[in-house]
């Protein structure tokens, strides 16, 4: 009787664990989400440095000389500001930028808005 139970349940085992099964997949999936359910929020608050730095990063390269425009002398910056936009080094650098971080991007997005904020 116990072969019996045990060659029942390694069967039942092999049948569910075969990928070709959609019973697998939907274990899979509902598996997945409940785990995310639960300890998304906890394992985002505990990883969210790395993001933050990576936010910080992007917010500093999208304009490094924002010290310098935001300054209350405006003449000789609002000239230099003119110049490097009509010389097109502010739109190829700004351009070049949100191409290069735009991996970076889409992960903070999935990480800010699904994971960390439970969306």
Same mark, same amino acid.
């Given at each position: 009787?116990?072969?019996?139970?045990?060659?029942?349940?390694?069967?039942?085992?092999?049948?569910?664990?075969?990928?070709?099964?959609?019973?697998?997949?939907?274990?899979?999936?509902?598996?997945?989400?409940?785990?995310?359910?639960?300890?998304g929020?906890?394992? %985002?608050w505990?990883?969210?440095?790395?993001?933050? #730095?990576?936010?910080? /990063?992007? +917010? !500093?390269?999208?304009?490094? *000389?924002?010290?310098?425009?935001?300054?209350?002398?405006?003449?000789?910056?609002? %000239?230099?500001?003119?110049?490097?936009?009509?010389? #097109?080094?502010?739109? /190829?650098? +700004? !351009?070049?930028?949100?191409? *290069?971080?735009?991996?970076?991007?889409?992960?903070?997005?999935?990480?800010?808005?699904?994971?960390?904020?439970?969306?």
């Amino acid at each position: 009787m116990y072969a019996q139970i045990t060659t029942t349940l390694k069967d039942f085992a092999n049948w569910v664990a075969d990928p070709s099964n959609p019973v697998t997949w939907i274990l899979v999936i509902l598996l997945a989400l409940i785990s995310t359910s639960l300890l998304g929020p906890r394992i %985002g608050w505990a990883i969210r440095w790395p993001f933050f #730095f990576l936010n910080k /990063i992007q +917010w !500093l390269l999208c304009n490094p *000389l924002r010290w310098l425009f935001r300054t209350g002398e405006g003449k000789w910056t609002h %000239g230099l500001f003119l110049a490097l936009l009509w010389s #097109f080094v502010i739109p /190829i650098y +700004w !351009l070049t930028i949100h191409v *290069l971080f735009t991996p970076v991007r889409f992960i903070n997005a999935v990480y800010f808005n699904m994971l960390f904020s439970g969306r």
